[in-house]
């Protein structure tokens, strides 16, 4: 018989993560799952981490390094329950949080895409994840446009999403070419063809940790380009404010590496009207301001305070 869930995970040089990961997972009040473990071909002790569980319900599967992406297919791949729940490596969840879940999948029985809030770990402590849905109030729910309610922050994100199989199957999987930011990729696809219950309540938290790829400095031409959007953004206008504002993130980062060639790829995309008054003051500034600008943040948030050019 398919368990209720597949948790996905793919895994990559998470030593001093993983057994917690898999722990918060162990010990959810829903108990109906499975556990896929994809090591991506890590380089520390990741698998005998995994395999130090005794948990029948843990598969382990092991690659050679393909990247993040190729590791989550494979997940994908592997799985057998009725839905697939994202979990990165070095986050946690809730003891309720699969429970959640499945209750929200009960009352929307109509619906494939669902989501909770989330915390974010940061050096300096915890946050809440802040997102655009109007009149927004603690433990509602709420059914919504992707792309309206993440031009603050995305409302999906690779520990607090799960889908139904297919999801994958209409909207396609990741997108092995894309190296960093593949998952805005797929929301985006995610987004242009369902409706998102999402649950206002921080039952997973994304945990901080220096050599995670998201808190390195990408180059922005490892990132998506969003070309193949052009069309559909011309008729969805939410859709084409959430690109921006991505473009916005990546003309930024651009000017932060002085790849010229990479900003004004960007820039000249973006409409200015998706922007708020500081997005549109910061992309008019030269090199040196705005790195100051950036180097003024990351004092900040040393400091506990949290600066964002996004609210």
């Not at 993560?17 to 108990?31: G, W, Y």
């Not at 297919?73 to 994202?86: E, H, P, R, V």
């Not at 696809?189 to 039952?203: E, M, S």
């Not at 090199?287 to 996004?310: D, E, N, P, T, Y």
């Amino acid at each position: 018989m398919k368990p209720f869930f597949s948790v996905l995970i793919s895994l990559y040089n998470k030593e001093r993560f993983i057994k917690s990961t898999i722990e918060s997972v162990l010990a959810q009040s829903f108990q109906d799952f499975e556990i896929i473990v994809v090591n991506d071909g890590s380089t520390d002790g990741s698998e005998t981490v995994v395999n130090s569980f005794s948990d029948q319900r843990i598969k382990y599967f092991k690659q050679e390094n393909k990247g993040a992406s190729a590791g989550r297919n494979a997940a994908i791949s592997d799985a057998s329950g009725q839905y697939f729940a994202l979990l990165d490596a070095d986050d946690l969840w809730q003891e309720n949080y699969l429970e959640t879940i499945h209750q929200l999948i009960s009352s929307y029985p109509d619906h494939k895409v669902f989501s909770t809030a989330v915390t974010i770990e940061t050096a300096n402590g915890e946050m809440r994840s802040v997102y655009s849905i109007k009149n927004i109030t603690d433990g509602e729910v709420y059914t919504v446009d992707y792309f309206e309610s993440s031009y603050i922050n995305t409302l999906l994100t690779s520990s607090s999403t799960v889908v139904h199989p297919s999801v994958f199957e209409k909207a396609g999987t990741y997108d092995t070419s894309i190296k960093s930011g593949q998952d805005t990729d797929l929301w985006i696809r995610i987004g242009i063809h369902y409706k998102i219950v999402f649950i206002n309540l921080p039952l997973v938290t994304y945990r901080y940790g220096e050599e995670s790829l998201s808190n390195k400095i990408r180059r922005a031409v490892d990132k998506p380009k969003f070309d193949s959007y052009t069309e559909l953004e011309a008729v969805n206008p939410s859709m084409k404010k959430f690109i921006d504002l991505n473009r916005f993130s990546m003309a930024i980062l651009s000017k932060l590496e002085n790849d010229q060639k990479s900003f004004k790829r960007f820039e000249k995309a973006i409409d200015y009207k998706n922007l708020n008054k500081k997005q549109q003051f910061l992309l008019k500034q030269p090199v040196s301001v705005v790195r100051c600008f950036h180097f003024f943040k990351k004092r900040m948030q040393h400091l506990g305070i949290h600066l964002s050019a996004f609210k």
